[in-house]
Structure formats: structure tokens, C-alpha cells
């Protein structure tokens, strides 16, 4: 008998230490959810605005829109998941074996990016101040038809994307430091598998540009 009592305070301790545990882990994660949706201290939402011109032979230029939803996890370091809407304008050659291969080409095309977005701030939210901006992950070619870039095409439907910028924090006022106007120089970078006449290797698409954005 003590020992089916024995057994039973025991089974009452552990199933109450892990209702206990889950309880905790269930607050802490609504917590989270609140400080994310009622735009809490730490929350920080951005949208940015973009255009890249390209470089080297095989070249194109970018317009973006896009918006990154994350936390600022210390004054100097925010994190945050993002995507956007790449427009993409590309330098295409005449051929004569494209001209006549059959494929669906393009020269304007539209792509989705998809990234982690980590930021380094240099500098208090009080005054006009520097941050360094990663963007990487992955962007997909929405579409059917390839897109021509000089004497080839495109015609994978995802790449690898980067986009570090250097640039200026702008506080709105001394009241309102949270929200603030951002000016950056960036650098991107796509990768795709590049095809021509009979043969496929990888492109790197190259180019500098402008960022606006707005956070709040």
C-alpha cells in the first residue's frame, strides 16, 4: 500500500511538473506573439524600396519592393524573416541560334525573394546613425519563359540571393525614435544555372544600387 502511494505522489509530482513546464513554455511563446502584434518595444517592421543597376557582360538590372518583420534583439543587432517583388530588367544579346532554338524568352521578367534580414547598428536611435544590412536566402523566377541575358538565358526557376548595404538611420524626431527613415548603398547578388547554344554553367548577376526604406 505505501508503496502504490509512493508511486502515485510520484506520477502527481511529474505530471505537474511538466503541465508546469508546458504552461510556462505555452505563456512565454503567447508573450512573444503580443509583443510581436501589439508593435512592442522589440518588435521592428520595415518596408524598402530598391533599384540595382547591373554589371559585367551578362547583366541586369533590379527594381524592389519588400518588407521584413523581426525583432531588435539588442541596441546594436536586429533579426528578422522577409520577401519582396524583383522586377527584373535584363541586357540581352541577338544571337542568331536563339532566334531560332524555339524557347520563350523575355527580357523583362519578375522574381520572389525570400531571405533572413540581419542588421548591425552603429549608434543610438536619439541621433542619425549607421547600420550594416544582410538580406540572404533564396529568390524564384515566376514565369513560364526564359530570360534572355546577353547570349543565353535563365531558365531555373530558383537562385541564390545576397544583399548587404552600408547606410544612415534617420529618427523621425527626439519623440519618436522608434520609427525612422533608412538611406542605403547595397550590393546584389542572384546566381542561377545560365545556358548557351549547347552548353549550361553557372551566372552570377552582379550590380549596385540605392535602398529606401521605413521602419517602425
Avoid at 540572404?136 to 548595404?165: T, W
Avoid at 549550361?200 to 521605413?214: A, C, D
Wanted: glycine share 12%; proline share 2%; charged share 15%.
Amino acid at each position: 500500500m505505501k508503496r502504490l502511494l509512493l508511486t502515485l505522489s510520484l506520477m502527481a509530482a511529474l505530471t505537474f511538473g511538466a503541465s508546469a513546464q508546458y504552461y510556462s513554455m505555452i505563456n512565454q511563446a503567447t508573450n512573444m506573439m503580443q509583443t510581436v502584434f501589439s508593435g512592442g518595444m522589440r518588435y521592428r517592421g520595415m518596408v524598402d524600396a530598391s533599384y540595382v543597376q547591373g554589371i559585367g557582360n551578362k547583366r541586369a538590372d533590379f527594381l524592389e519592393f519588400s518588407t521584413t518583420q523581426g525583432l531588435k534583439y539588442a541596441d546594436w543587432f536586429f533579426m528578422g524573416i522577409g520577401a519582396g517583388v524583383d522586377v527584373m530588367f535584363a541586357h540581352a544579346g541577338d544571337p542568331q541560334w536563339l532566334q531560332n532554338s524555339g524557347k520563350s524568352l523575355t527580357t523583362t521578367a519578375c522574381m520572389i525573394p525570400l531571405f533572413t534580414d540581419f542588421r548591425f547598428i552603429i549608434g543610438g536611435e536619439k541621433q542619425i546613425g549607421f547600420f550594416i544590412d544582410i538580406k540572404a536566402g533564396c529568390s524564384f523566377l515566376v514565369g513560364k519563359n526564359n530570360v534572355q541575358i546577353g547570349d543565353g538565358y535563365l531558365n531555373r526557376s530558383e537562385c541564390f540571393y545576397l544583399k548587404p548595404g552600408l547606410g544612415l538611420r534617420i529618427p523621425i524626431s527626439q519623440d519618436n525614435t522608434k520609427c525612422a527613415f533608412n538611406i542605403s548603398a547595397v550590393y546584389n547578388l542572384v546566381t542561377s544555372n545560365y545556358w548557351w547554344q549547347t552548353s549550361s554553367s553557372n551566372i552570377t548577376l552582379n550590380g549596385f544600387g540605392v535602398n529606401i526604406g521605413y521602419e517602425w
